[in-house]
């Protein structure tokens, strides 16, 4: 009984002595992994037909591979605080990943109030002139369709921003039916 009691006792010294602690900082447990939030923005660029020159019809308009446009994006006091120009996929799509992008401000910084997209470059010369097709000239203002990207530690929110036209630079010749 004196073992018994003297065990007993041990084991009580024990957890007096060392006391169950959580998880310290440097173990895996502890570490919480933070998510990472991108934006992204997503436009197609085309090459808006004669037959519709200076209107936003996109009828008969034909995408442009590896067309380039800019996203630029302002704070809150009107000054540059994001500029990067993204190239088009072979089907005229850009999928513009904003990597440092930053607000200050979380309602006057948002990319909805802050960010526009402009067609900067297309690789036919004979479709190389910029369009107004949803305010291109100025920059396309983004649009939220909810659309997002989900992983283990990523999302990605994704705003629109186009479609986006360059126009051909002769459409003289073009006849009327």
């Given at each position: 009984m004196?073992?018994?009691?003297?065990?007993?006792?041990?084991?009580?010294?024990?957890?007096v002595a060392f006391p169950y602690t959580e998880a310290g900082e440097d173990?895996?447990?502890?570490?919480?992994?933070?998510k990472k939030i991108d934006v992204v923005v997503?436009?197609?660029?085309?090459?808006?037909s004669c037959e519709h020159f200076g209107t936003w019809s996109l009828i008969g308009a034909k995408p442009i591979p590896s067309a380039k446009v800019s996203v630029t994006c302002k704070n809150h006091k009107g000054h540059i605080s994001y500029y990067k120009v993204f190239d088009a996929d072979k089907n005229g799509y850009v999928y513009a990943q904003l990597?440092?992008?930053?607000?200050?401000?979380?309602?006057?910084?948002?990319?909805?109030?802050?960010?526009h997209v402009?067609?900067?470059?297309?690789?036919?010369?004979?479709?190389?002139?910029?369009?107004?097709?949803?305010?291109?000239?100025?920059?396309?203002?983004l649009r939220y369709e909810d659309k997002r990207l989900h992983g283990s530690n990523y999302e990605a929110v994704i705003y629109a921003a186009g479609p986006?036209?360059?126009?051909p630079n002769d459409c003289s010749k073009t006849t009327h039916d």
């Open positions: 004196a073992t018994r009691n003297l065990s007993i006792l041990s084991l009580l010294l024990l957890l173990s895996p447990k502890a570490k919480t992994i933070e997503e436009a197609v660029v085309y090459c808006q990597d440092g992008f930053k607000m200050q401000h979380d309602l006057l910084d948002h990319p909805l109030h802050s960010c402009k067609p900067v470059w297309s690789p036919f010369e004979t479709c190389s002139l910029l369009s107004n097709v949803n305010y291109g000239l100025n920059g396309a203002p986006l036209a360059f126009r």
